[in-house]
T-cell receptor, first 114, second 113 residues
């Protein structure tokens, strides 16, 4: 009964390839997020969707494209992978955006670009 | 600009008390969160403060002073399993793009026997 799940957990690929990471939550939450955590452990928001609508879109390269087919799923597609994309990518969800709604994180996807 | 400051590392002894400080400068304020992240794992929610004062939750307490832009997380009766990174995050506003959380770099706490 995993709350927020991501696949794959590990992803090793070569520069220039295209890859996708999938995220699903079974908490009934309206809001989902993608974060990037680099080697310095800084957690950086990339995107957020609320009821399938993109509401937060930070300054990330347009090689990164999120897609939310429904409220329970938020996928991340990355084109033309670069060495600097190596990081841990976390998906998260929350009941809403405002107030005290805490975020529940998935286990993370460790992406290594060689 | 938006800024969250926390000490990078702290060390404490099992059974002791440790206080992890967080100062923030944001254009707005709509709540402060503390998360715990063990090495190789996802962050997990610990506490939320939006009003001044102390919130106690078992061995963990969190304090907020909005006028000083300051919070601390207090961990009592430290256990080895408390060795982790503790992340402070502030919700800047409650509207538009600013509803995102602004995260600190985290404080890596090592609990020694």
């Amino acid at each position: 009964d995993t709350a927020v799940s991501q696949t794959p957990k590990y992803l090793v690929t070569q520069m220039g390839n295209d890859k996708s990471i999938k995220c699903e939550q079974n908490l009934g939450h309206d809001t989902m997020y993608w974060y990037k955590q680099d080697s310095k452990k800084f957690l950086k928001i990339m995107f957020s969707y609320n009821n399938k609508e993109l509401i937060i879109n930070e300054t990330v390269p347009n090689r990164f494209s999120p897609k939310s087919p429904d409220k329970a799923h938020l996928n991340l597609h990355i084109n033309s992978l670069e060495l600097g994309d190596s990081a841990v990518y976390f998906c998260a969800s929350s009941q809403g955006l405002a107030g005290s709604y805490e975020q529940y994180f998935g286990p993370g996807t460790r992406l290594t670009v060689t | 600009g938006q800024n969250i400051d926390q000490p990078t590392e702290m060390t404490a002894t099992e059974g002791a008390i440790v206080q992890i400080n967080c100062t923030y400068q944001t254009s707005g304020f709509n709540g402060l969160f503390w998360y715990q992240q063990h090495a190789g794992e996802a962050p997990t929610f610990l506490s939320y403060n939006v009003l001044d004062g102390l919130e106690e939750k078992g061995r963990f307490s969190s304090f907020l002073s909005r006028s000083k832009g300051y919070s601390y997380l207090l961990l009592k009766e430290l256990q080895m399993k408390d060795s982790a990174s503790y992340l402070c995050a502030v919700r800047d506003s409650d509207a538009g793009n600013n509803r995102k959380l602004i995260w600190g770099l985290g404080t890596s706490l090592a609990v020694n026997p």
